[in-house]
């Protein structure tokens, strides 16, 4: 399956393994990316030197392109970053939260493209008359940390009519071939998976975080700012003990709730994890690893097991085919 955006970035198949954090690693990105997809580095929690690091792990394992992702929260420490990830080269830098657009001339100086995640049309204008050159549509059924308050049926077609030929990727929930055919028939020029690509073995998340998403269900998250540890924003979690309790008291505010500053679990550093950080249980990540912030979208309840990266790929795609063929069938039947 070929879209604008798969010629745009070179891919094979129009779809965009999400940057999910710390979870992203070599092996995943480098996967997809062989696979015929996008692969994504989350550049979130690394230095400038863990990042040069990692980025020469994924041309170790593919010469096909991959990208990286920011989420810009004030410009802290950005500049050595961006700086260290353009001369390891990536085909594409992602951003998210705060706007990008200082960094965008440089990005394209270096030959790469610029991705902006958004959550309403009028923020997809601006970032295409700032230059971007594609723009993420995230959902609010997407897991994770969430700017937008629209669900994709309603964001999508919006953005895509405002940014219209600018290359739009659907992200929020999409987790099987159904959900990709849906977001390219709404207007999409490709997807955007998280919650689905957590679950593969690749994935630098703990086991047990890959069993919750396995056995939970469409209704077991909760878009809240209840892990709002170092990080005041809203973002969607599965529901778990630390939310049981937060509501059980009517859903304090910061400084309100029960067992705040609590220390429940150590980072892979040894560093303090308090109960309500934003940090998950990724890979050596120790403690009481349910009452973290187990980042996950609404389409959880479509994911019910662990695969490698590139199965999943290949699912989606000929999934996804597969409902379009159908969908053709149905007109060619009136
Ligand atoms: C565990 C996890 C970590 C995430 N970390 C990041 C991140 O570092 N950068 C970012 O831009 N988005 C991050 N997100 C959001 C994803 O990029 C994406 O928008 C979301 O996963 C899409 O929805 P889905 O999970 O329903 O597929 C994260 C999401 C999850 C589930």
Known sequence: MQTPLCRILNIDTPIVQAPIGPATNPALTAAVSNAGGLGMLAFLRRDADEIRRL?????????????????????????????????????????????????????????????????????????????????????????????????????????????????????GSIADGRGMAAALMLGADGVWVGTRFAASEEADIDPSYKERIIKASETDTLLSKVFNGGWDAAGRALRNSTIEMWEAEGRPGDGERPGEGDVIAQGTDGAHIARYASIGPYTGVTGDLEALSNWAGQGVGRVDRIQPAAEIVRELAEDAVRVLGKADRLIQDL
């Open 55 to 171: 980025i020469s792990g994924i041309h170790e394992r593919t010469d096909r392109p991959f990208g990286g992702n920011f989420i810009l929260r004030g410009l802290e420490g950005t500049e050595a970053r961006l700086e260290s990830c353009l001369e390891s080269g990536v085909s594409v830098v992602s951003f998210h939260w705060d706007d990008p657009y200082e960094y965008v001339n440089r990005i394209h100086a270096a030959d790469t493209l610029v991705m902006h995640t958004v959550g309403n049309a009028e923020d997809a204008r601006r970032a295409v008359d700032a230059g971007v050159d594609i723009i993420v549509a995230q959902g609010w059924e997407a897991g994770g940390h969430l700017r937008g308050e629209v669900a994709t049926m309603a964001l999508l077609p919006r953005v895509v009519d405002a940014v219209s030929p600018v290359p739009v990727i659907s992200a």
